[in-house]
């Protein structure tokens, strides 16, 4: 197959390495708003360059779409047209209009489209799915997600993130719905924008917390930093009437007991996202290929995408007007 790459930044060079030594990719062709770093990249990794205008009519089988957040509708629209499958990494746009419009052209044109929630590639997550589907836990009733990043973005990324909402926890929030089959009816959001200025500067918060009623009843909480100087920790607890389990939880957890025989500090704490998901990102690409090929169904298209989407707003209208907030107040396609 021949796949093409829009955008080389962190993650989209890493999805450079991934795909140029994938056995079912024949050829990569990569571009960039930025043309020096595309091609850079595809010097690194034996891709072809292509400047960012001329990928779409590269005689593609299928396009990885890794550019920045503010061109993603824009983009999936024009591989809609093309009649080309394309992954995406979240979020389908900034805002629910922009997301709704792009999904609207999609499935118009009936191409697949597969959102980037690696979580749901992630071992320790599918197995987690799995244990609490089987029963092993009785009736769940108490979900609890951490996501901290150990050092903040930039300040100029802030205004274009679409805040932490939806830029960090729509992964809680998807992964929550995957993990327990269930859908989120209600939330009820906090935020504090305490600490660098940069933060209330961009009218976003720089800690979250969220109370989520589930539909059959599960209360579950998620709780977000973007300063959590001990490493960057993502996690998962799910209790349940006869037994809980964690995901997440191993020796480069970055979090100290302080009993005196718990375990010690980690001596090598998770650095980033790309360190600790690099497996679930590699699988969720495989997958992608393998739906490009008609050989699976999609694991995570449009409309779960905008599922989690929705609860991510909901949580916005719940921070500014301090109230519960239901989601089916979010408007759906």
Sequence with gaps: ??????????????????????????????ADADAGRAAEVARRTGAAFAPA?????SGLDAVVIASATAAHADQIGRAARA????????????DLPGTLA????VEAAGTPLQLGFMRRFDAGYAAARARVRS???????TVRTVSSDATPPPAAYLPLSGGLYRDCLVHDFDILRWVTGREV???????SAAGDPMFAAADDVATAAVVLTLDDGVLATATATRCNGAGYDVRMELAGEQNQLAVGLDDRTPLTSTEPAGPPAPAKPWAGFLERFAPAYEAELDAFLQVVRGERANPCDGREALRALRVAEACEVSRREGRAVRVAEIPRL
Excluded: N, Q
């Excluded at 197959?1 to 990569?30: C, K, N, Q």
């Excluded at 009649?83 to 900034?94: D, H, N, Q, R, Y």
């Design 53 to 57: 205008e001329d990928l779409w009519t």
């Design 135 to 141: 029963g092993e836990l009785g009736r769940l009733h």
């Design 83 to 94: 009649g080309l499958p394309a992954f995406c990494e979240k979020p389908i746009a900034v």
């Design 185 to 191: 009816v209600e939330v009820y959001a906090a935020g």
């Design 1 to 30: 197959m021949r796949i093409g790459l829009m955008g080389t930044g962190r993650i989209g060079s890493f999805h450079a390495e991934v795909l140029s030594r994938h056995p079912a990719v024949d050829s990569l062709v990569v």
């Design 102 to 105: 792009a999904l609207r052209e």
